[in-house]
């Protein structure tokens, strides 16, 4: 555990045990850094330090400032050599050791082996199963809808699209954040403009206060941003500063919008990059794993690895994981053969 915030557990674990000691669900927003660990306090090589923030104190050295607190959070699982984005994000949207899985760990987007996982056991899927209400937030171009429709396009697709895929769950579409039903991947959609989409400039801190009126529609949402990693991969000082910016503003519009007596935000990341931009390659590095609101408690208890976070969410939910489970014969099958066509 980093240092702690101004908001003490006992604080956060009295808000948690209201109703008779029963606490009342509320939403939850899961929010998914891309290449985000915590890092050296050494504005040299760590945009964090470096630049002035509110949020990212617990990636440079010193403590998080801000209501909630920041959990270290192994991203390797047991398994040694840099981790990456698809064994990760396996153990992030599933609960299941993804470089265990296949014995190292896998950058880009999941592999057949790991597919299994995601149509099965994604933690959309189990929760909508149950009869809840979970779902991706991020909006999706028509473009990039119509690319997933190829029958090669599953090899191609990432994880949290895959996850959606096999949520019960549609894409959310331009129109769907045109009505504000949803947000882009991009925070202020500077990069949706670039390409030619006739959307408005948005501003982070009121999509971060946007997300939060959202979740409370759901037991659950997921929003992903990866603009982070990018940056971390291009080694780019002046995008690391605007980028940094636009999600330290994001995250505030989120803490100022947030009720923690009734919802709970957490957020983390699949492996480090940004924090270190010395080297073009991911790190070494634990991430950390920011969790703010009524169910801080669980997750401050129970979050060692990236693996534990959708396993508190399940938990906290009475929903249980299945350790033991095993893909199917069929959905291995048709996934192998979907890779070797």
């Known amino acids: 555990m980093l240092p702690r915030s101004a ?5 956060i674990l009295a808000a948690d045990r209201q109703n008779n000691g029963k606490p009342s669900l509320g939403p939850i927003i899961y929010i998914f850094l891309d290449g985000v660990g915590i890092g050296e306090a050494n504005a040299e090589k760590n945009p964090f330090a470096r630049f002035k923030n509110r949020f990212f104190g617990a990636h440079a050295g010193k403590t998080f400032s801000m209501a909630g607190e920041v959990i270290s959070t192994d991203a390797h699982m047991g398994i040694p050599g840099l981790p990456q984005s698809a064994t990760g994000q396996t153990a992030l949207f599933t609960g299941y050791n993804g470089p265990q899985i296949l014995g190292r760990h896998v950058n880009g987007f999941p592999t057949f082996t790991l597919r299994p996982y995601f149509k099965e056991k994604n933690l959309l899927k ?8 979970a779902t991706l937030i991020n909006s999706y171009s028509s473009l990039y809808l119509k690319r997933m429709e190829h ?33 882009y991947m991009d925070l202020s959609n500077w990069f949706l403009r670039k390409h030619g989409l006739d959307v408005p400039i948005a501003k982070p801190y009121e999509n971060g206060r946007k997300l939060v009126r ?12 990866f603009f982070t990693d990018k940056v971390g ?7 690391a500063k605007r980028i940094l910016r636009h999600v330290d503003d994001f995250l505030s519009g989120v803490w100022d919008e947030l009720n923690p007596a009734k919802e709970t935000v957490i957020i983390s990341s699949d492996h480090g990059n ?12 634990p991430v950390g794993t920011f969790v703010y609101g009524h169910h801080a408690v669980p997750f401050l208890d129970g979050v060692k690895s990236l693996l534990d976070i959708p396993r508190v969410m399940l938990d906290i939910f009475d929903l249980p994981f299945a350790e033991d489970f095993k893909p199917s014969a069929s959905v291995t099958t048709s996934a192998a053969i979907a890779e070797a066509d």
Do not use: C
């Not at 908001?7 to 604080?11: I, P, Q, T």
């Not at 189990?126 to 209400?133: I, P």
């Not at 959202?214 to 941003?225: K, Q």
């Not at 991969?233 to 995008?239: C, I």
């Open 274 to 285: 940004m924090e270190d931009l010395s080297v073009k390659t991911h790190t070494a590095n």
């Open 233 to 239: 991969h291009e080694q780019s000082w002046g995008a």
């Open 151 to 183: 029958p090669r396009a599953e090899r191609m697709i990432s994880a949290s699209s895959l996850m959606q895929r096999h949520s019960g769950k549609p894409y959310f579409t331009t129109e769907d954040y045109l009505a504000g039903k949803s947000l």
């Open 126 to 133: 189990v929760m909508n199963d149950a009869g809840l209400n």
């Open 7 to 11: 908001v003490a557990k006992d604080d």
């Open 214 to 225: 959202i979740a409370r529609n759901y037991d659950l949402i997921v929003y992903e941003y």
